[in-house]
T-cell receptor, first 112, second 115 residues
Framework: DTEVTQTPKHLVMGMTNKKSLKCEQH?????MYWYKQKAKKPPELMFV???????INESVPSRFSPECPNSSLLNLHLHALQPEDSALYLC???????????FGPGTRLLVL | GNSVTQMEGPVTLSEEAFLTINCTYT??????LFWYVQYPGEGLQLLLK?????DKGSNKGFEATYRKETTSFHLEKGSVQVSDSAVYFC??????????????FGKGTKLSVKP
């Protein structure tokens, strides 16, 4: 089983809203990732968690706040986003950092 | 630094045609190489991978061979179907290349297969 699940599938939010994206895997993977993908572009790495600790933050604005409550869950808290933050947000996991990554279906976010 | 270069798309083929999508890479270490596929409106799916020189990855009729001498990992399929229409991303992971083993993606190649 190589399934990574993400909720919600779609999200529309205003610039003053607070929302959260959720990601879950039950493969026993110890590394989890958040990516942002704009239309017709490859995914861009945002954050990496390794053994539930933040390993990489690719200089992402503070309006994006990741959280890893346990080894199976990864959240992305959103606050005061801008319209240019509208994108597909992808979660991925791997056995450990640097190994083969498996992606979820993504959350399509629209910021109005 | 590490990088991946893919052929520009879009690529349009008729059903049952032969497919090649070129991918070359630059890496300082010994990377693992991947092809991911993204169907419309979906996330990325791992299509195939190879972890060392001369390895051949294969899945669903797609193949790619890790060629160290030409730093290439071209994707091929002998007979494409309409259902293969998607965007294909070549990627590398190189733990010793300064990117901490994270994926470096090519720009993606959109494939459209016509009936």
């Amino acid at each position: 089983d190589t399934e990574v699940t993400q909720t919600p599938k779609h999200l529309v939010m205003g610039m003053t809203n607070k929302k959260s994206l959720k990601c879950e895997q039950h493969m026993g993977h110890r590394a989890m990732y958040w990516y942002k993908q704009k239309a017709k572009k490859p995914p861009e790495l945002m954050f990496v968690y390794s053994y539930e600790k933040l390993s990489i933050n690719e200089s992402v604005p503070s309006r994006f706040s990741p959280e890893c409550p346990n080894s199976s869950l990864l959240n992305l808290h959103l606050h005061a986003l801008q319209p240019e933050d509208s994108a597909l947000y992808l979660c991925a996991s791997s056995q450990t950092q640097g190994e083969t990554q498996y992606f979820g279906p993504g959350t399509r976010l629209l910021v109005l | 630094g590490n990088s991946v270069t893919q052929m520009e798309g879009p690529v349009t083929l008729s059903e049952e045609a032969f497919l090649t999508i070129n991918c070359t890479y630059t890496a300082t270490g010994y990377p693992s190489l991947f092809w991911y596929v993204q169907y419309p409106g979906e996330g990325l799916q791992l299509l195939l991978k190879a972890t060392k020189a001369d390895d051949k990855g294969s899945n669903k009729g797609f193949e790619a061979t890790y060629r160290k001498e030409t730093t290439s990992f071209h994707l091929e399929k002998g007979s494409v179907q309409v259902s293969d229409s998607a965007v294909y991303f070549c990627a590398l992971s190189d733990e010793n290349g300064g990117s901490q083993g994270n994926l470096i993606f090519g720009k993606g190649t959109k494939l459209s297969v016509k009936p």
